[in-house]
C-alpha cells in the first residue's frame, strides 16, 4: 500500500463522519419546524419513506448482493430499532421536552455504545476514548443549560433515555453485520425495514400530507434523502472502518453544530454559555481521536505505553 493509498483510506472515513453529523445536525432544525405539521410517527414513515425511495433509485444502477441468514437478520434488526423506533421515540421525546433536554438524554447514547463495544465488541476502552466522551459529554450539559426552557416531564424523558439505548443497541448490531454487508447496502436495507416497521403510520401521514403546507412536506423529503439517505450511508462507510465506540463519539459535535445552523438559518444567538458548551464538545471529539503517544504527553503520563483503562 502506497502511502497516498494509506493516506487516502485514514481520511475518506474522517470526510464521511463529517458529512454525517453535518446532516444530522441539520435535521434537528428542520425537525423544529415540522413539528406543528407532521406528528411523531407520520414523520418517521414520510423521512423513511423518501430516504427508502432515494436509496432504491441508487441501488437500481447496479445488482446488489442481498444478505442472507444472521447477516439478514443484523440488518433487519438494526434498521427496525434505529431507523424505525428510534425515529418515532426521539420525535415524541421533542414534543415533551426542550432542544437542550432532548440533546442532553439521547447524548446518553454514545457512551452506551462505549462501554457495549468496549465489552461486547471487545474494543476496549482506551483512554483517550474515555477522557474525550467525559469532555464531550460535559459540552452536551453545558448547551443543555445554556438552551433549555425547563420544558420537561417524565414521559419526555424516558422517551429520550429509549431513544439513546435504541441508538445504541442499533450501532452495535450494525457494526456487526458491516463484517459481511457493504455499507451502501445495509443502509438501503436497514431503510426499507425501519419504513416498514413504521407502516402502522400510514393512515395518519396521509392524513398529515393533506392537510399540511408543501414546504412542510418538502422539508420531511430533505430529512428523507440527506440526513437519512446520504448521511445512514456515510455513517455505514465510517463505521466499517473505525471502531464502533470512536466513531459514536463524533456525534458529540451534532449539538454544536446545531446551535451553529440555528444561529446562522434561523438568525437564532444562541447565549455565550451555548459556544462554550460546542468548543468543549469538540475539544472532546478532538481529545478522542489522539494517539495514545500524544495524550500520554498532555497529561504528563510517564510511566509507559498502556493507554487502556
Not at 426521539?90 to 447524548?107: F, I, P, R, S
Not at 448547551?143 to 414521559?155: E, L, P, V, Y
Not at 465506540?245 to 451553529?260: E, K, M, R
Request: aromatic share 8%.
Amino acid at each position: 500500500m502506497t502511502t497516498a493509498t494509506r493516506s487516502r483510506s485514514a481520511t475518506l472515513p474522517l470526510l464521511a463522519t463529517a458529512v454525517t453529523m453535518i446532516l444530522w445536525a441539520s435535521a434537528f432544525i428542520v425537525i423544529r419546524s415540522v413539528g406543528d405539521h407532521y406528528s411523531p410517527g407520520p414523520l418517521a414513515l414520510g423521512r423513511l419513506a423518501a430516504g427508502s425511495v432515494a436509496l432504491s433509485l441508487v441501488a437500481a444502477l447496479r445488482p446488489r448482493r442481498i444478505p442472507r441468514g444472521r447477516p439478514l437478520l443484523l440488518v433487519i434488526g438494526y434498521g427496525v430499532l434505529w431507523f424505525g423506533i428510534y425515529a418515532v421515540a426521539l420525535n415524541a421525546a421533542e414534543h415533551h421536552l426542550d432542544a437542550g433536554t432532548t440533546a442532553l438524554v439521547v447524548n446518553v447514547g454514545p457512551i452506551l455504545i462505549a462501554v457495549l463495544a468496549g465489552v461486547y465488541l471487545k474494543e476496549g476502552f482506551p483512554r483517550g476514548l474515555v477522557t474525550g466522551l467525559v469532555i464531550a459529554f460535559s459540552g452536551v450539559v453545558t448547551i443543555a443549560i445554556a438552551t433549555s426552557t425547563g420544558r420537561h416531564d417524565a414521559a419526555g424523558v424516558l422517551l429520550a433515555l429509549a431513544a439513546a439505548a435504541l441508538y445504541a443497541v442499533g450501532v452495535l448490531l450494525q457494526k456487526q453485520a458491516l463484517r459481511d454487508v457493504d455499507p451502501f447496502t445495509a443502509t438501503w436495507l436497514g431503510c426499507l425495514a425501519g419504513t416498514v416497521a413504521c407502516l402502522p403510520f400510514a393512515p395518519g401521514l396521509l392524513t398529515e400530507l393533506r392537510d399540511a403546507p408543501g414546504s412542510a412536506t418538502l422539508s420531511v423529503v430533505y430529512l428523507g434523502v440527506f440526513p437519512t439517505a446520504i448521511a445512514f450511508a456515510t455513517w455505514a462507510y465510517a463505521l466499517k472502518r473505525m471502531s464502533a465506540g470512536g466513531l459514536s463519539s463524533s456525534s458529540y459535535v451534532v449539538p454544536g453544530i446545531a446551535v451553529v445552523l440555528s444561529w446562522l438559518l434561523l438568525g437564532e444567538v444562541p447565549a455565550p454559555l451555548a459556544f462554550a458548551g460546542g468548543a468543549l464538545c469538540l475539544l472532546g471529539v478532538a481529545v478522542t481521536r489522539l494517539p495514545p503517544s500524544a495524550l500520554l504527553h498532555i497529561l504528563g503520563n510517564k510511566s509507559g505505553p498502556g493507554d487502556r483503562m
